[in-house]
């Protein structure tokens, strides 16, 4: 670029960053940016190794390899443990459902607030995402900014120095998700979204962290992961685990 076009070239990304920055009033104008950022270019169907550490009391206390088969927007099919054992859980049509050697032992509606904010919001209709951020209990008026690990960030349901409140995180340049917190009963629920790499014309965050408390309880390392062309039918299928 030649010198003499660099300023005004500047100008104008600065300005840019303004307007952006202005427009942003609310967390469902976040949401809307969000979704026009990667519409039509995230992925849709992708599987994942992970490797499980689960703590107790804030030490290492077991150690599992999940797979698992995502289906953008909204189902989930995590393989604990060797498929063939038949110990699952399957989120779909926003309930969380567990099998134990292949027979339901729970389920549970609820707002996986992971795949909203980490996946679905680059997958569905902004609206349908701020209807479930809703539904989390999420309040979308409160916006500001801040960094997280030195990069500066979109915060929405809290106002400043509130960590208690549930909230959302997302990264101000590329517009994924950091950081999530959320109450249930008396605990106070966090989960770290670590080490992004590109995948396909989305992002993925290759390291998860959850804690409770300020403790870490569990935490998700992705050993490998892939876009799928398609998914089964079948293997979101709570009636009959394949």
Sequence with gaps: ??????????????????????ELSSGGDLIRAMYQR????????????????VFKDGKPD????????IQLPGKVRSNIGDPAAGNSEIYVTDTNYLFRNRVLVRQAKVVHTVLLFGFD??????????ARA?????????????????????????RKDDLGSNQFWIDKEHLYCVRLI????QDLLEVELNKYERLGGGW???????????????TEE??????????????FNVKELK
């Excluded at 990667?38 to 994942?48: P, S």
Aim: charged share 20%; net charge neutral.
């Design 38 to 53: 990667y519409a039509g270019k995230w992925y849709a169907n992708f599987r994942l190794e992970q490797k499980v550490r």
């Design 222 to 235: 992705y050993l490998s992961y892939q876009i799928l062309d398609r998914i089964a039918p079948e293997t």
């Design 121 to 130: 919001v680059y997958c569905q209709p902004p609206e349908r995402t701020i």
């Design 62 to 69: 077991r150690e599992e390899i999940w797979t698992e088969i």
């Design 1 to 22: 670029m030649k010198a003499g076009l660099l300023a005004p070239a500047l100008g104008l990304m600065i300005m840019a960053g303004v307007a952006e920055s202005a």
């Design 182 to 185: 959320r109450r249930s009963g």
């Design 134 to 158: 809703q539904e989390a209990h999420i309040d979308l008026g409160p916006i500001y900014e801040t960094t997280w690990h030195s990069r500066p960030v979109y915060v929405v349901g809290a």
């Design 204 to 218: 993925i965050a290759t390291e998860l962290v959850f804690k409770r408390n300020g403790q870490v309880s569990t």
